[in-house]
């Protein structure tokens, strides 16, 4: 049974950087196209973006393009979630979970069998 961890959440300022790991165990990586998603107090989980299993391809919400960059190491049995550039909107809990295709589609309805428990990211000004 995969089970995902995430870690490397923390209090950041404005303008800072925070890369999230995802660590599995249990199961290969390289068999799951993978995602990061978020939940803000008060709103909906929010999907941002995902890499298909073989890292070639990557999909960003619009909310994080440009500043956020995912990242897979197949050898490690990671997945990770650069985050540059970072606002106080971007205050929430951080989730990785396997997504069934990595597509501009596949983003928006991302099918996902396993998530991690979440770790906290809190921006302030």
């Known amino acids: 049974q995969l089970q995902l961890v995430e870690s490397g959440g923390g209090l950041v300022q404005t303008g800072g950087s925070l890369r999230l790991s995802c660590t599995a165990s249990g199961d290969r990586l390289n068999s799951y196209g993978m995602g990061w998603f978020r939940q803000a107090p008060g709103k909906e989980r929010e999907a941002l973006s995902c890499?298909?299993?073989?890292?070639?391809?990557?999909q960003y919400a619009n909310s994080v393009k440009g500043r956020f960059t995912i990242i897979r190491d197949n050898a490690e049995n990671a997945v990770y979630l650069q985050m540059n550039s970072l606002k106080t909107e971007d205050t929430a809990i951080y989730y990785c979970?396997?997504?069934?295709?990595?597509?501009?589609?596949?983003?928006?309805?991302?099918?996902?069998?396993?998530w991690g428990q979440g770790t906290l990211v809190t921006i302030e000004d």
């Open positions: 979970g396997t997504v069934a295709q990595c597509t501009i589609m596949g983003l928006q309805n991302p099918q996902v069998e396993h």
């Open positions: 890499i298909s299993n073989s890292g070639l391809s990557t």
